[in-house]
């Protein structure tokens, strides 16, 4: 499914086509709909840009239990390697 976000509804919201993708991937991030990465990747910014925008709008990142043991597993493995 593609959504088409005309020209004239980024003149009536008054921004430009990225920060209309920030705004949206952030309130989907904020409402539970897309993952971190995701959102991150909807909005066209790195990760880590995102997640400041979160932490200037006191938007807790989530961050469960099973997304820890992948991480956990990932350094794990790359200290391994070394």
């Keep these: 499914m593609s959504v088409v976000i005309t020209d ?8 430009p086509e990225s920060e209309f ?5 952030v309130f989907l991030y904020s409402r539970g709909i897309l993952t971190l990465g995701k959102a991150s990747e909807f909005a066209g910014v790195p990760q880590l840009i995102f997640q400041q925008v979160l932490a200037e709008r006191e938007i807790p990142l989530s961050y469960d239990q ?12 790359r200290y391994r390697k070394h």
Excluded: C, P, V
């Design 8 to 15: 004239d509804i980024l003149k009536m919201a008054n921004m």
């Design 21 to 25: 993708k920030l705004e949206l991937g």
């Design 66 to 77: 099973e997304e820890f043991d992948k991480d956990f597993a990932s350094i794990k493995e």
